[in-house]
């Protein structure tokens, strides 16, 4: 809502008000309205935040590609739909079994790389298969504590939206019960004004219709005073 709305006063009392049902005419221009008000709260701007969004933190600024070089790179590669190099993606060389070379078959280092590739390979299988072991073990017991804390985050919840509509059903409650005060208040003074109109219009009326017998008395009497004159005479 703009500033200048902000200054006028509601007049709206939807819980008395029936216009629309003693003449639904009115509901485009209302809509029209309404229309003009929800494009009133967003910005011109559209890279700005909406007016009624200004109670939310900013969001998060996105990373630059000037401050990282490896990400400008990658969309640099993306945008000219390269493919990517032998090197630049995963290493995948260390997941498969290693083997010297027919080269390097009499090279005792090389050897000895394979074998601590097929160590370290060796290593990774037997923490997956602890890792799988251990989740069979704890596994259901952790995903039930999950559940259970997942419940009661969701009854806490459900508990504070029950909350809050109890707590707007309090407030249109209060307010059908002002709008109808308030209503009642309007159709007496309304009905008052609509006696008070009619009583001038009577007395408007009356005053017309004394003022045309006034200017006929008046009329009769300078007659009659010519009369008397020329009797006189």
């Known amino acids: 809502m703009t500033d200048s709305h902000r200054d006028q006063p509601l007049d709206s009392l939807p819980y008395y008000d029936k216009d629309l049902d003693l003449h639904p005419e009115l509901r485009p221009a209302i809509n029209s309205q309404i229309a003009i008000e929800l494009r009133s709260l967003l910005p011109k ?4 935040n909406p007016s009624n ?6 969001p998060r600024p996105l990373p630059s590609a000037s401050d990282h070089p ?18 630049e993606g995963l290493d995948t060389s260390r997941y498969a079994m290693p083997f010297p070379d027919e080269a390097s078959l009499d ?3 090389a050897w000895e790389r394979a074998y601590e590739s097929s160590l370290a390979q060796l290593e990774h299988q ?16 952790k995903w039930r504590v999950e559940n259970f804390a997942l419940e009661n985050a969701i009854q806490r ?4 939206g029950e909350g809050v509509k109890e707590q707007v059903e309090e407030v249109n409650r209060r307010r059908k019960a002002d709008q109808e005060k308030a ?17 001038g219009v009577q007395l408007e009326i009356g005053s017309v219709a004394l003022e045309e017998q006034l200017v006929e008395l008046r009329a009769r009497h300078a007659d009659l005073q010519r009369r008397v004159a020329a009797v006189s005479q």
């Open 45 to 48: 701007n559209p890279s700005a």
């Open 53 to 58: 969004l200004s109670h939310l933190p900013p």
């Open 70 to 87: 490896l990400l400008a790179a990658e969309l640099s590669r993306v945008e000219s739909k390269r493919p990517l190099r032998d090197g």
């Open 107 to 109: 090279s005792v280092e």
């Open 126 to 141: 037997r923490l997956r298969s602890l890792n799988g072991s251990l989740l069979q073990q704890l596994g259901g017991n």
């Open 157 to 160: 919840v459900d508990g504070e």
């Open 183 to 199: 209503g009642e208040t309007l159709s007496r003074l309304e009905k008052r004004w609509t006696e008070l109109v009619s009583s």
